[in-house]
């Protein structure tokens, strides 16, 4: 009778248990159905704002594939340029999230722009940025570059390259004439004969590449220790009330990586159809540059883990002592408040 008793009481436990799962399931469905955050439970917003940089492998991908319609609220992307527009765009609200580079991110963090990095999408490698130099000038390396006119995005990962490009070849952005310009204006420059040279990415640099030379390349600049990641962030009060709505901007991401390691032609395609190049130009983007899977985004080399952030805090942590030395930045903060810019649980939550 005893053991009787003891298998009912199991069972009614049993069963209740599995209706408590079954409910929490429900209600979490529920809840993105009826356009509420299940793990907030903040209303979402009519629309989520993502911000897509210019000649970026990853926006590219995200757009052609259509990733990002699956996330659960409608999706307005906005094109920009350069990454500082993004940043003055995310301050003002008008951005939530965003893939761009990794010189604008740092200077952000820096100037106190609230958002935190959530995944690392590439390392630079390659031609994805280069320095271009007019086949006129007869110049052939960074050193003839002295007393040239040299246009680049001004805090862009361009114009950090460019520097380090300087620094390394023995010269100072003294020796050379500095002109700020996003990639159309550098085109029409280019085109009027004002400029010698610039450090840009597509599709700019293949325009000018048509009457130009590559001296160096992010490529370069990495074997010589210069690493410049993309980087994704999110804004905090928007990541604060819909983590739901940025896992998923995750888990878009993820897909992307995804399909650039398993094809690379489809991803070239996607390059070249989004950005209106040829697919030869196109594929570098995609083979040259070092991807990270969501899964190795938890390494100590990317974003780390909750408990110990990886090696992207040092790299930002460089990268802003770098802008501070040119006069960029007052002071470049500790390392400490590029750890805390970095959050891992929008990854961590994706992977489960």
């Known amino acids: 009778m005893r053991k009787l008793k003891k298998v009912v009481v199991l069972s009614l436990i049993l069963v209740l248990g599995s209706l408590l799962i079954a409910c929490g399931s429900k209600s979490a469905a529920t809840n993105l159905a009826n356009g509420v955050d299940p793990i907030t439970g903040e209303a979402y917003p009519a629309q989520m704002n993502i911000g897509l940089i210019e000649g970026g492998p990853e926006s590219a991908i995200l757009v052609q594939e259509k ?36 010189s604008p991110i740092a200077l952000g963090i820096a100037n106190g722009i609230p958002y935190k990095a959530v995944f690392v999408s590439y390392i630079e490698g390659g031609n994805i940025e280069a320095l271009v130099v007019k086949n006129s000038t007869g110049v052939k390396t960074v050193e003839g570059l002295k007393g040239k ?12 390259a460019l520097l380090n490009a300087l620094k390394l070849a023995g010269l100072t952005e003294k020796d050379v004439t500095l002109v700020d310009m996003g990639g159309k204006d550098i085109v029409a420059a280019w085109l009027r004969g004002d400029i010698d040279a610039a450090y840009i990415w597509s599709p700019a640099l293949d325009e000018c590449l048509k009457d130009g030379t590559i001296v160096t390349n992010d490529g370069e600049l990495a074997k010589k220790g210069v690493t410049i990641p993309e980087i994704a962030v999110a804004r905090s009060e928007f990541a604060k009330k819909y983590p739901t709505l940025v896992k998923q901007y995750v888990e878009a991401l993820i897909k992307t990586n995804d399909l650039v390691a398993k094809d690379v032609d489809k991803s070239t395609k996607d390059v070249a159809a989004w950005e209106g190049i040829t697919e030869i130009n196109a594929k570098g983007q995609i083979t040259d540059n070092i991807w990270v899977s969501g899964k190795d985004q938890l390494l100590s080399a990317y974003l780390g ?36 810019a970095i959050d891992t649980s929008f990854v961590e939550s994706a992977l489960k």
């Open 67 to 102: 990733f990002l319609d699956s996330i659960s609220v409608k999706v307005n992307i906005i094109n920009y340029s350069a990454g500082t527009d993004i940043n003055n765009a995310i301050v003002s609200g008008d951005v939530d999230t965003a893939s761009f580079g990794s």
């Open 149 to 160: 006119k040299i246009a680049t995005p001004f805090g862009t990962t361009s114009h950090y």
């Open 305 to 340: 883990t909750s408990t110990s952030k990886g090696k992207l805090a040092e790299t930002l942590t460089t990268i802003a002592a770098f802008h501070a030395a040119q006069g960029n930045l007052k002071k470049a903060p500790d390392k400490s408040v590029f750890e805390n």
